[in-house]
């Protein structure tokens, strides 16, 4: 396994954090709690990005699921796509809601 350096500056800001996380990792060095710390924002980062695809698959499933339920609609109506307004198709949805 490859090592790599890490220079970090002491700042007030990194004095503070290393100060709480000694407290709450007692048995840690300092350079055990870097590299935990890294390894924690690196997982965190892995999960928001598999959350924002499952948004993303969610959003793609849900505009398949109502294309097919608009054309259900407006073959009902006896209707195509390219011969209807935005408009005219949001009142006939509420027209069929209404029912």
């Keep these: 396994?490859?090592?790599s350096q890490i220079?970090?500056?002491r700042t007030p800001e990194v004095d503070t954090v290393l100060s709480y996380l000694r407290s709450q990792?007692?048995?840690l060095s300092e350079v055990e709690i870097i590299k935990m710390a890294l390894s924690e924002k690196y997982q965190k980062?892995?999960?928001d990005k598999e959350g924002e695809?499952?948004?993303r698959m969610?959003?793609?499933n849900l505009k398949v699921v109502g294309k097919k339920f608009g054309d259900k609609l407006l073959k009902q109506?006896?209707?195509k796509r390219e011969n209807i307004t935005e408009e005219r198709f949001?009142?006939?949805i509420l027209a069929s809601k209404n029912k």
């Design 1 to 3: 396994m490859s090592q």
């Design 7 to 9: 220079r970090l500056t």
């Design 25 to 27: 990792y007692s048995l």
């Design 45 to 47: 980062e892995q999960e």
């Design 53 to 55: 695809l499952r948004i």
């Design 58 to 60: 969610a959003w793609k």
């Design 77 to 79: 109506k006896g209707l």
């Design 90 to 92: 949001h009142n006939l």
